[in-house]
């Protein structure tokens, strides 16, 4: 990162108070009221925001770098055959994955996509499986280092085909988080590898032995996904990894009773579990609302976004934070400014990230759209932004400048 | 309507061609593949689409032109008491537009959203209650006036107050049909009027006695809004109104069992009673794809745009088809397309609106964008729009030209 002198004056805060951002050597270095003398040296150069709101950067906490189709042709979703069935979509993946483009390409255009919105720190899972080896991380790890200047990434070593189906995972999945993948991951123990003992003894196993955090993906409803984020809450508060573990998707949270849930709320805040979830429109989903409550860390991503599992996605965490908003029913300027706490600092805490936010010594991440506050840019999270990385403008109006 | 002869060339159709249409006097005369030869007249300008896909203007079938803050100052919402009661959120509305920007105002700003993005043709419901009277629909009937050129707009008279529980109500509804309301409005006969018969004797009376169609707001769940619909459906069957009728929201169909919904659906295509619905975020709504395999006409609209219901909303109609299909599960292409499809025809076909569509012979109302294809726009809903009426541009990129 180069080292930019640059001052931000006209800053609209989340407080709706108007604001002086200094920024050196690509960190915030001074916040000071607007009608505050600040002495510019001379070097610096003046950005006027002229009254539109400053927000920190987005974190898309979880994504699928390596399976999008974005910016390649058009694939028609293709339904299972008997109602959604985790098997069947990844058998469809990895027949897509042979007919699309090269995926170095298509990563770099779904990161363009998000970066162009406003998402500099970043979590995306990577298939780790015998179909595709390691070549899929080995992709993605070139991609994050070219695009270092512009977005954090933070990569999970996924093991989408499961982990004691398909012989050899542990082993690959070691070697992942040997290659750089930070994170280890998981997929539906009960569901899909049908024995949570053994799966769960892997992840928390390479956990421990690599001294990574964990992030797993689970689909599973009703009881089957309660049970299983019980044994996860175990296993973590054993190890002492609280904050360090995440459940994506946790769908069964939604399908809990009031009594259940309260408990497995109040379970995964003392276990320090976090909860990812993407909203998604028709089916059950974790109830942001109470589990925020409850303490529990939740942070969202787009998930997929036009790939073998649906045609959604914008790669927009400000919209977003609308879905999130809209399935939830967050109407009141608390409950909306809820779900901008979901995209951002709730994401920051889940990936533990370090230096974020729009604070005096964070890195001068962050995005200037037109709105008057947090509430109306989530209802309406306007396409025009400027997004700047470490004070420096990156991308203008959806598009990353090169 | 200034009559324009006018050619497009190079327009994406729904099927993927390429076609050239022609436009005389406001209407689509010809439509040819784009490597016919097609003779152009002295006057003709030509307009060169370059491959965008062109898509009729959209139909927003459910707004409330006099009840948004949209353009005006932002209000917070303000939560019920106990949970979601009609009662509560009519009177906030009453206290909140007591302090609103002129009426007048915030109706052209929100026609001018909803046009930018391509809705050419509306239904909005305006409240007749004794607290308004009749000034409401005067206003609105006067901006309609104003906007004739620009988009299509029947007014449904809506006693938002009940119409036993507000004495005068009936007459009020009476004299807003004789004063220019297109349609008679209803509102939960069960939940808010507490006498069904009574209410709808009166909505079902003033239909027959003025001629006009029916459109009712129904928000009752389960067995109650059931039951209503029930009502509505004998009733439109009796006087022989099939295709005439419209329930909006119709939360109730959401709630019913396999069998119950299948006989219902059954007995609304039969009785030719359409249902609205916006695919709300966060409570039960009508299914979709169920209603029409069984012939129902299902329609759309954004319903509230930032008032004192919600604070959501865009007035992208091609937005809440993408919201209908993420609502709805609709993944495939044809699913993606059955939601296009909602915002477009089927709302044509509720409206019971003459010469629409991308045929020879309608008007030639119609929007230009990027997309290779209806489900990539559903799911992309690109910003970046032309919008055409009669031939004519009348807004680019989300702006009305003027």
Redesign the interface.
């Known amino acids: 990162m180069t080292a930019i002198d640059r001052l931000f004056t006209r800053a609209r805060l989340a407080d709706g108070t108007l604001n002086t951002l200094a920024v050196l050597n690509g960190r915030i270095s001074a916040i000071l009221p607007a009608e505050s003398a600040m002495e510019v040296g001379d070097a610096a150069e003046v950005v006027d925001l002229a009254g539109e709101l400053l927000l920190p950067s987005f974190v898309e906490g979880h994504i699928h770098l390596d399976t999008s189709f974005y910016g390649d042709r ?1 694939v ?4 299972c055959t008997d109602g959604f069935d985790v098997h069947e979509r990844v058998a469809f993946q990895v027949e897509n994955m042979a007919a699309a483009a090269p995926m170095d390409k298509r990563a770099r255009d779904q990161l363009d996509l998000c970066i162009g919105h406003g998402s500099l720190q970043m979590r995306s899972h990577v298939m780790v499986d015998g179909s595709v080896g390691l070549s899929s991380l080995e992709t993605i790890l070139k991609v994050r280092e070219d695009y270092a200047d512009l977005i954090d990434i933070q990569l999970v070593a996924f093991p989408q085909s499961g982990i004691l189906k398909s012989p050899g995972t542990p082993e690959l999945l070691d070697a992942a988080l040997a290659l750089g993948a930070d994170l280890i991951g998981g997929l539906d123990p009960l569901s899909f590898d049908r024995d949570i003992k053994g799966h769960l003894d892997v992840v928390f196993g390479l956990a421990e032995k690599r001294g990574v955090d964990v992030d797993l993906h689970l689909h599973d409803a009703g009881s089957l996904g309660a049970m299983t984020i019980e044994e996860i809450c175990a296993r973590t508060a054993a190890l002492g990894m609280q904050g360090r573990v995440a459940v994506s998707h946790a769908y069964g949270l939604g399908d809990l009773g009031p009594d259940a849930i309260a408990r497995m709320a109040a379970r995964l805040a003392r276990s320090g579990v976090s909860i990812m979830t993407n909203a998604p ?3 059950a989903f974790p109830p942001v609302a109470l589990l925020r409550q409850a303490g529990v860390t939740v942070f969202s991503g787009s998930d997929n976004i ?1 790939d073998s599992w ?5 790669g927009d965490m400000l919209h977003r934070a ?2 999130i ?5 967050f ?3 608390d409950a ?1 400014a809820a779900a901008f706490d979901v995209v951002t600092q709730a994401g920051a805490d889940a990936l533990r990230l370090q230096d974020y936010g729009l604070t005096v010594g964070a890195k001068a991440d962050f995005v200037a759209l037109p709105a ?2 947090v ?2 840019a989530v ?2 999270f306007p ?1 025009a932004r400027r997004v700047f990385r470490g004070g420096r403008l990156i991308a203008e109006n959806g598009r990353v400048l090169r």
């Open positions: 058009w028609p979703h293709r339904p429109g028709h089916h036009r649906w045609p959604f996605g914008d609308e879905i908003a809209y399935r939830s029913g109407f009141t300027d909306l008057a506050h509430p109306e209802v309406g396409k």
